[in-house]
């Protein structure tokens, strides 16, 4: 028998066991000593420099993503910079010893870019983050951060945000647990992107001792501390049987009847596109824009942004691609934007709303994808996140169709557009409900807080209703529907958004299958009668019982 | 000495990516050279946090120095690196 189990919420399906390593904390300064051999104690910082270039430099060399290794290569060139060393000299000849010597020489670096504002200041987390790794180095503790022992574990934090994740090597980290977030958190989305086991809002995690072996089920949310082989073995074996029965079938989605129902990825980059063709994703549902506009003191140009579209078009020549226009502010600021200021971000200038101010990003944006489309054989639609209103919608499609793009669509993530379905259908050609957002504004709970979690569960009646009002829109102007928010990636709800007039799931690559599996179980009539229940149901337990 | 007084062309100013491109050339010149922001003190174009440091924006004017055997051919190559606009298409 296990010696304690946790439970928090699976948030991405799949059971493993592994030692359990946290985030290192910034090592604390300890109190400072005498120094006897000025030369060895150059040398010992010194070689703390160098050990963080090189681990740098071998952080960049597996990073897949282009700009990831970019800004590590960036990070290694401070490390190793000369000037900074002559700075710790000077520092350790002055009787400071090693850790405080490299703490005062980044100091000085350190309050110029503090100083300068802008860019430079949001530099200043980067030479924090240097430092404490020499000083960690130094004193023999872990490396802050994300760790890299050199083989596989599970990572356990408080919360992961994406600056933790970005470089995160999915060869060493085996599952993801977290104290803190929700279904929809960066660490769930970051989980389904990856394939990892998840679980978060898991209270009492960090409780575990660094390196006890635990047992992760990210389906059920349990994690087990002192389990022994057979249990890890027979817990594994049980996971791999139901994703075995997923993976037979392959082609577009259908229930048992013949109904078809699209199923879509959702993708970031053309990185993510051999995924999507892996999974036999009929297309892409949500492109997201934002990556190429994160970190970014400037827009990218025109021309940058038309390369990044192609490839994935091209990747998808003859098949539909949503792609979604720039969706800033709140959890993803953009430093070109200066959106700093707002006292309440998620209900500030965000999505669409950017275009208030600065219309010529939006414009810039669907004149690359226009070229970018001409390019390719791609069947492009493009729709704006964080729409309120009828005036919202129809002034974008405006634009879309000026820029010579032939469909426009909304997200549907705001109650305020979900109760004007109808009326949006009259100005767009297709709507695309995204439940994490459209959770969060419903119940007025912030998607990152996990003491919440469970007023952002999709099976919520309330939220089910009003994607059944968007269904019921659709179905009555005869256009398309879709869901590409994290509750399409569930194969129990699926069945029960088809019922409520969803014409198009788009989730994670790998929750593909899963879902394709579960909707070859159900007639459409099934689909409609679950969705029935489900919106009865007076919460999202009963709901998930009766329809489930 | 020689010197050349330049015009940063790059968009984000001597940031980022461009203040990478700008401190690897210059790491791997054959001759020393020193950069400076109006009456400022010169630093180092190989240190990075120097570079960084020097807060230069588009259009800000720097001034490169070398002395040395190759001195002119190397300051004549980071002069036009910096002149250009580094964070345009590198597709």
Redesign the interface.
């Known amino acids: 028998m296990p010696d304690t189990v946790l439970t928090g919420i699976g948030v991405c399906p799949g059971t493993v066991a592994g030692p359990l390593l946290r985030i290192a904390a910034a090592p604390a300064l300890p109190a400072p000593t005498t120094v006897t051999d000025i030369e060895a104690e150059v040398a010992r910082a010194g070689a703390a420099l160098t050990e963080v270039v090189a681990e740098l430099g071998r952080r960049a060399d597996r990073a897949a993503d282009a700009t990831v290794a ?1 800004v590590l ?2 990070e290694a ?2 490390a ?5 060393r002559d700075g710790v000299r000077e520092l350790i000849e002055a009787g400071h010893d090693a850790p405080h010597a490299i703490d005062g020489a980044f100091a000085t ?1 350190r309050e ?2 503090a100083a ?1 504002g802008g ?2 200041a949001e ?1 200043v987390a980067d030479l924090d983050d240097l430092r404490d790794r020499a000083v960690a180095l130094l004193l023999g503790l872990p490396m802050p951060g994300v760790p890299s022992p050199g083989h596989r574990y599970v990572l356990a934090a408080r919360d992961l945000a994406p600056a933790d994740t970005a470089d995160l090597d999915p060869a060493q980290v085996i599952a993801l647990v977290t104290e803190i977030g929700g279904p929809t958190s960066h660490t769930a989305i970051l989980a389904r992107a990856l394939g990892l086991p998840a679980v978060v809002a898991c209270a009492g995690v960090l409780a575990v001792p660094d390196g006890a072996r635990v047992l992760v089920d990210g389906a059920t949310g349990r994690v087990a501390t002192g389990v022994d082989d057979v249990e890890v073995k027979a817990a594994i074996e049980a996971s791999a049987r139901l994703t075995a029965a997923a993976s037979g079938l392959t082609g577009p989605g259908r229930t048992s009847d013949g109904y078809a129902v699209k199923l879509l990825a959702n993708v970031g980059s053309a990185r993510n596109v051999p995924a999507a063709d892996e999974a036999h994703a009929e297309g892409i549902g949500l492109f997201r824009t934002e990556l190429l506009f994160l970190d ?3 827009e990218p ?1 025109h ?2 942004q038309v ?1 990044d579209y192609r490839d994935v078009f091209r990747a998808m020549a003859g098949r539909r691609v949503v792609i979604r226009t720039l969706d800033a502010g709140a959890d993803k600021p953009l430093p070109f934007l200066n959106q700093e200021g707002e006292p309440n971000p998620a209900l500030g200038v965000r999505g669409l709303r950017v275009a208030r101010q600065r219309p010529e990003v939006l414009t810039t944006q669907l004149a690359a994808i226009a070229e970018a489309r001409a390019e390719t054989g791609a069947d492009v639609w493009v729709m704006a996140p964080m729409v309120s209103t009828v005036a919202e919608a129809s002034a974008f499609a405006a634009a879309v169709h000026e820029a010579g793009l032939p469909r426009a669509g909304v997200m549907i993530e705001v109650p305020a557009a979900a109760l004007r379905a109808a009326d949006l259908l009259r100005v767009v050609d297709f709507l695309s409900i995204g439940t994490n957002d459209l959770s969060q504004y419903t119940f007025a709970a912030d998607r990152m807080c996990g003491p919440l979690a469970d007023l952002l569960d999709p099976w919520q009646p309330a939220l089910l209703q009003l994607i059944g009002l968007c269904g019921e829109a659709g179905r009555a102007a005869g256009r398309p529907v879709g869901v590409c928010g994290e509750a399409a990636a569930d194969p129990l709800l699926a069945p029960v958004l088809v019922g409520l007039g969803v014409t198009s799931l788009s989730m994670s690559p790998r929750a593909l299958p899963a879902v394709r599996a579960a909707l070859s179980t159900r007639t459409a009539e099934d689909c409609r009668r679950l969705a029935a229940l489900a919106v009865a149901a007076p919460g999202p337990a009963e709901a998930r019982e009766a329809a489930g | 000495m020689p010197t050349r007084t330049v015009t940063i062309g790059s968009a984000s100013g001597l940031h980022a990516r461009p203040a990478k491109i700008f401190v690897e050339a210059a790491a791997k010149a054959p001759v020393k050279v020193t950069i400076r922001s109006g009456d400022r003190k010169p630093v180092p174009a190989r240190s990075m946090l120097s570079v960084l440091a020097l807060g230069a924006r588009k259009g800000t004017e720097v001034t490169l120095e070398a002395e040395g055997d190759g001195a002119d051919e190397t300051l004549d190559d980071l002069a036009a690196l910096l002149a250009k606009d580094l964070d345009a298409d590198h597709a």
């Open positions: 970019e290569r960036s060139l401070m190793g910079d000369e000037e900074l670096f110029i870019f300068a860019y430079l530099r970014r003191a400037t140009g021309g940058e390369a």
